[in-house]
C-alpha cells in the first residue's frame, strides 16, 4: 500500500544517492594537471622521434657510404662509390667529413672535372682547418694546371680545320702541334702525352707515350685501357692483359676495360672466356664504345647467331649499319687478328 512516509524516504534516498554519485564523479576528476607548454613540447618531442625513426635507414645507408668508401673503392668499385659519394655530398652539403672525403677520392682517381666542381659548389667560402686546407690548396694547384693544359690543347685543335685534309693529314699536323707543348713546365705533361698517343699513328710510339703518361700520373683518364687496347694492336698480348688487369683493379665493372679483356681471351683461343667478358662489359655499360659490337663478335664466334642478330639489330637501331670491316669478320672474310691487331 502506497505510504507517503515511504514515497520521502525514497526521495531522500534519492538524494543521498544523487550526492554520492557525484561524489563519485567529482573523485573521477581528481588528477595531475599538466600546463599546456609541456604537453606541446611532449607531444613535439613525439613527432621529432617519429620522424627521426622514419628517416633513420636513409641515414644510416648514407652513413654507410661514407664508412665504407675506402674499402669499397680498394675491392674495385671505384665508379660506384665515387658516384654514391657525389650523391650524399649534395644531400649534406655543410658536412665537411663528407666533402673532403669525396674530393679525396675524386682527385686520387682521375676524377679530376667531378672534384672541380665539388670544391668551387661545397668548399669555396668555408672555413677550413689547416690540414684540411693545405689539401685543398694542392688540389686546386693540381686542377689549375689540368684546365690549362686543356685551354692549351685546345687552342690547337681551334687553330685546325679538317675539312681540306685527310685524316692522315690531320693527325700528323695535330701531333706535331702537340709535340711543341711537351717542353712547357707549366703543363700537366701526362695529358699532352695522352693526347699525343691518340694521334700517333705509329702504335710503338703512342705506346711509349701512353707508358709515359702512366709514369707520370696513372689515374689519367683511361690510360690503363688504351695502354691495353696500344700493347695489342702492337701484337703483345701480356702486356695488353697486364694494363687491362690493372685498369679492373681500379674499377672491377670498367666497360672498356672488360670489353679490352674479352678480345684478349678470343685472340687466345679462349671465345667462351671472351663471351662472358663481353657479356660483362655490355650490362655494365652497353653504351660504351664498341661494347654492343664485341658482345656480338663474341656470340658469334661462340655460335650463338640468334643472339647475336638481335644485338645487330640493337646496334643498328642505336648506332647505324656496322661498319664494313666489321661486316667481313662476321662473314669469315678474315680473321680475328686481322680484325683486332692488323686492322
Do not use: W
Given at each position: 500500500m502506497y505510504n507517503r512516509e515511504n514515497d520521502e524516504e525514497f526521495n531522500n534516498n534519492e538524494e543521498t544517492e544523487k550526492e554520492f554519485g557525484e561524489g563519485l564523479y567529482q573523485d573521477r576528476d581528481i588528477g595531475l594537471k599538466i600546463p599546456?607548454?609541456?604537453?606541446?613540447?611532449?607531444l613535439a618531442i613525439l613527432a621529432l622521434s617519429v620522424v627521426g625513426l622514419i628517416r633513420f635507414p636513409g641515414v644510416f645507408k648514407d652513413y654507410k657510404v661514407y664508412k665504407t668508401a675506402e674499402m669499397r673503392i680498394e675491392n674495385g668499385d671505384t665508379y660506384e662509390t665515387l658516384n654514391d659519394l657525389f650523391e650524399i655530398t649534395e644531400k649534406y652539403p655543410s658536412s665537411l667529413p663528407i666533402i673532403m672525403l669525396t674530393t679525396k677520392k675524386c682527385m686520387e682517381n682521375g676524377f679530376y672535372d667531378s672534384a672541380a666542381y665539388i670544391i668551387n659548389t661545397y668548399i669555396v667560402g668555408k672555413n677550413l682547418y689547416d690540414h684540411n686546407y693545405n689539401l685543398v690548396e694542392n688540389y686546386v694547384d693540381k686542377l689549375d694546371q689540368y684546365y690549362h693544359t686543356l685551354d692549351s690543347i685546345d687552342i690547337i685543335f681551334e687553330e685546325l680545320s679538317d675539312d681540306q685534309m685527310s685524316d692522315s693529314e690531320y693527325g700528323d699536323i695535330i701531333c706535331e702541334k702537340l709535340k711543341g707543348l711537351l717542353d712547357e713546365e707549366d703543363?700537366?705533361?701526362?695529358?699532352?702525352?695522352y693526347y699525343l698517343a691518340m694521334f700517333e699513328e705509329d702504335v710503338e710510339k703512342a705506346v711509349e707515350y701512353l707508358e709515359k703518361c702512366y709514369d707520370l700520373d696513372p689515374n689519367c683518364y683511361?690510360?690503363?685501357?688504351?695502354?691495353?687496347?696500344?700493347?695489342?694492336?702492337?701484337?703483345?698480348y701480356k702486356k695488353a692483359r697486364k694494363y687491362t688487369n690493372k685498369a679492373l683493379g681500379k674499377d672491377r665493372k670498367d666497360s672498356g676495360a672488360l670489353r679490352a679483356l674479352a678480345i684478349l681471351d678470343m685472340l687466345e683461343g679462349k671465345l667462351e672466356e671472351g663471351l662472358i667478358n663481353a657479356q660483362?662489359?655490355?650490362?655494365?655499360?652497353?653504351d660504351g664504345m664498341y661494347v654492343r659490337e664485341t658482345y656480338m663478335i663474341a656470340l658469334h664466334f661462340n655460335g650463338k647467331t640468334g643472339e647475336a642478330d638481335l644485338i645487330m639489330k640493337e646496334i643498328n637501331e642505336n648506332q647505324g649499319n656496322i661498319d664494313e670491316d666489321t661486316q667481313l669478320l662476321l662473314d669469315g672474310d678474315i680473321s680475328l687478328e686481322e680484325y683486332y691487331v692488323e686492322g
Amino acid at each position: 500500500m502506497y505510504n507517503r512516509e515511504n514515497d520521502e524516504e525514497f526521495n531522500n534516498n534519492e538524494e543521498t544517492e544523487k550526492e554520492f554519485g557525484e561524489g563519485l564523479y567529482q573523485d573521477r576528476d581528481i588528477g595531475l594537471k599538466i600546463p599546456v607548454p609541456v604537453i606541446l613540447f611532449l607531444l613535439a618531442i613525439l613527432a621529432l622521434s617519429v620522424v627521426g625513426l622514419i628517416r633513420f635507414p636513409g641515414v644510416f645507408k648514407d652513413y654507410k657510404v661514407y664508412k665504407t668508401a675506402e674499402m669499397r673503392i680498394e675491392n674495385g668499385d671505384t665508379y660506384e662509390t665515387l658516384n654514391d659519394l657525389f650523391e650524399i655530398t649534395e644531400k649534406y652539403p655543410s658536412s665537411l667529413p663528407i666533402i673532403m672525403l669525396t674530393t679525396k677520392k675524386c682527385m686520387e682517381n682521375g676524377f679530376y672535372d667531378s672534384a672541380a666542381y665539388i670544391i668551387n659548389t661545397y668548399i669555396v667560402g668555408k672555413n677550413l682547418y689547416d690540414h684540411n686546407y693545405n689539401l685543398v690548396e694542392n688540389y686546386v694547384d693540381k686542377l689549375d694546371q689540368y684546365y690549362h693544359t686543356l685551354d692549351s690543347i685546345d687552342i690547337i685543335f681551334e687553330e685546325l680545320s679538317d675539312d681540306q685534309m685527310s685524316d692522315s693529314e690531320y693527325g700528323d699536323i695535330i701531333c706535331e702541334k702537340l709535340k711543341g707543348l711537351l717542353d712547357e713546365e707549366d703543363l700537366d705533361q701526362s695529358i699532352v702525352c695522352y693526347y699525343l698517343a691518340m694521334f700517333e699513328e705509329d702504335v710503338e710510339k703512342a705506346v711509349e707515350y701512353l707508358e709515359k703518361c702512366y709514369d707520370l700520373d696513372p689515374n689519367c683518364y683511361d690510360v690503363c685501357v688504351q695502354l691495353g687496347v696500344f700493347c695489342r694492336r702492337a701484337g703483345d698480348y701480356k702486356k695488353a692483359r697486364k694494363y687491362t688487369n690493372k685498369a679492373l683493379g681500379k674499377d672491377r665493372k670498367d666497360s672498356g676495360a672488360l670489353r679490352a679483356l674479352a678480345i684478349l681471351d678470343m685472340l687466345e683461343g679462349k671465345l667462351e672466356e671472351g663471351l662472358i667478358n663481353a657479356q660483362l662489359a655490355y650490362d655494365s655499360y652497353g653504351d660504351g664504345m664498341y661494347v654492343r659490337e664485341t658482345y656480338m663478335i663474341a656470340l658469334h664466334f661462340n655460335g650463338k647467331t640468334g643472339e647475336a642478330d638481335l644485338i645487330m639489330k640493337e646496334i643498328n637501331e642505336n648506332q647505324g649499319n656496322i661498319d664494313e670491316d666489321t661486316q667481313l669478320l662476321l662473314d669469315g672474310d678474315i680473321s680475328l687478328e686481322e680484325y683486332y691487331v692488323e686492322g
